[in-house]
Structures are given as structure tokens and as C-alpha cells.
């Protein structure tokens, strides 16, 4: 999707501001000797920015509005080192307080809502996103936070909780848990919004079906305000994304280069009227695809598709680029296995070795079920794993992001 005169004309403002700011971004660009876009060609040379570029920036580098306009900072859990600190205005606030309420009338939700937020509050972007959006929705927050299961499901009960915000690892957990006590009918919930991380159609179906709840993902990143940019709508067919916010692109992870509409590669992010800490060209390392043409919601914004992973997950095991996605995809195929994997790639005898433990949901033959997914895996992604199969439950879930490759390779 080109980028708009308008969009331009916006990124350009973001430049100066950064230029004027002398801010880290404003710094670089600055020693580039960049000023400006002044088309669609040159945007797309503007150079990317980046999460581990950010870290450098600590603690308050990227600030690019005067400190008396700051009025709040949030942080991205960095897996190692620095965490990113990013300064929002009012306006900032405000504006993803607009893009959250947005998401929710996208889901269908309104003022009579019961708004149950079990996403984590604090540095992160996460609850604090759902409770402002839900309370300019003038829907009911009950701002639960992570964690307590127990107490999760009495309030769930007795608030009347209509609608569920969580992970869908949390999600996956509740409704095992609920279907486990037979609570069900106890439960008034009638829609989950699920956000943060990449999740098979298996699982959807399993929450959803349990639950009797529809399902929609909501996308965002601290570096970019936070959750609330995108969401999908009731077709269930792509994240729709604010375009009057942001400007999306898809570049191929590993030239770099714009890729055109429909082709799979990293989202690269510019924010249009952020003040605090605007970005420009920001690598998420999330794997997506600009979907062409018009939903048939009728909704006038664009859509991406659902995220396919990340693009640091891409593993290369024997000389084949491999993503999550595609083992997900053969998993799903097995009726005799739950939504759940793990796997493990580890270097034995001078030789890559990918181990996949799988869930199995009753009785079966293991010998003859490991044998027919091992086959699958030959013919459709070209090497052998091992596949080892256990007990339902014996795979961790967790609250936050439940961690599905370990690569003991690099460990
Ligand atoms: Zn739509």
C-alpha cells in the first residue's frame, strides 16, 4: 500500500519534530543527513529503526516532545539487557485511548458491557490500554490483572463479565478450567479479545467453542503506543489497522526491501502524529501480509493478517527455513492431538535434530500416531523430526507468552 500525500506530509512533521528535539532518532537521522520525504520513493529510503537501537536510547532518549508535555512512560520487557522506555503525551494517551475504543466497537462491544481485564497492569502497556479504551467505550472495566485463577473465576461470576480480555495462553487456561469445574453456565461472557501473541486456529476453535464466546485478536506493541493499533472485525478475515495513525509496510526480513500486497514478510511500522517518541520505518520482527482490497464489513480501514510468527523465530534446521506457523499448520491436521507443542532443536553427533512433544486428547495408538505426524512432517516441510507425544496437560501454559521453540543450539 502506497503511502498516501497526506501520510507523507504527516512523516515529515514527524522528521522535523525529531530534528528539532535533537532526540535520538532526530540525532540519527540528522547524521544521515536526512530531512524530510518528499515522495512515496523517497520514504521508502528513509532508513528502519529498531528495538535493539531503542535500548541504546535509555532511559529517556527517544523523548521528542518537551518534558512538560510528557505525561507518562511505559517500558517493553526487553528479554535481555535495557528494557525501551517510551514517553507519551496527553495526546499520545489520548489517541490509543481512541484506537482502543475503536477496537472494541470493531468487536461489537458497547456501553453495557462488562469488561473483564486479566492482562497485566504497571510499566507494560497492557491493562491500563483495555481499561482506558473500555471506559471511553463507557463500558464496565474490572481491572483484574494477571494471575489467581481461582479468584479470576469467582469474580468472573459474580461481576457478570461479558467480555474476556486476555493472552490466549490465559485464555486456553480459563476455559480448560471452566469446562473442567462446569462453570459454564454460570459464565456471561459473550466475546474474548486476545492479544499478544501468535496463536494456531486450533486453539481459537478449542477457547471459542468451550467458552461460546467469538473470538478477536488485537494487535500492538509498547514501541507503537501498545495493544489496541488493529483488530479483527466479525468476518474474522485480517486485523483491520488505523491508518490515520499509523502507516503499515511489509519488507522481506531479509533484503529489506518493500514487498507488494499479499506477499508474507516483517510489518515495519511509522507512527503519523505521535509526539512523545514518534518512529519511523520500526521493525516489529512480527510476520505478516498486507491484505489487498476491501473487507466485506464494509469497514473503510486496511487489514493485515493475522501474525505468523516472528521473524527471529524463523529456525533453519538442516538448510530449511522453517517458521512455527507451518507446524502448527501440519499439527492442526490431527484430530488425536490439543492445540498445545514444544519444540526443541538441538546439535547431536554433528547433526541438527528437532524434537516436537505434542498433547494427545484420549487413547491412541502413540507408535502408530507418532509414526503418521512424522510422515506428514517429510512430506510437506522436507526433514524428519522426532516426535514424541504425551499425556493432555503435561505441556506448560502459561499467563504470559508460553514459550513454544527452545533452541538448545545457541543455549
Ligand atoms: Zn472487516
Redesign the pocket.
Known sequence: MIISEKQLSQVNDRIQALITADSFYGKKLKEAGISGARSAEDFVKLPFSEKCDLRDAYPLGLMTAPEEKIVRIHSSSGTTGKPVIIPYTRKDVDDWTIMFKRCYEMAGMNSMDRVHITPGYGLWTAGIGFQAGSELLGAMSIPMGPGNTEKQLTMMIDMGSTILCSTSSYALLLAEEIQKRGIRDKIKLRKGIIGSERWGDKMREYISSTLGIQLYDIYGLTEIYGPGIGID?D?N?GI?YWDDYLYFEVVDPVTLENLPDGELGELVITTLVKEGAPLIRYRTHDLTRILPGK???G?PFPRIDRIMGRTDDMMKIKGVNVFPSQIEEILKEFSELSSEYQIRISHLDGRDTMRIYVETTGHHDFEELSRRITERFKSRIGFTPLVKIVEIGVLPRSEKKTRRVIDERYE
Open positions: 472485525c468476518e478475515s483491520h473487507c466485506a464489513c469497514s
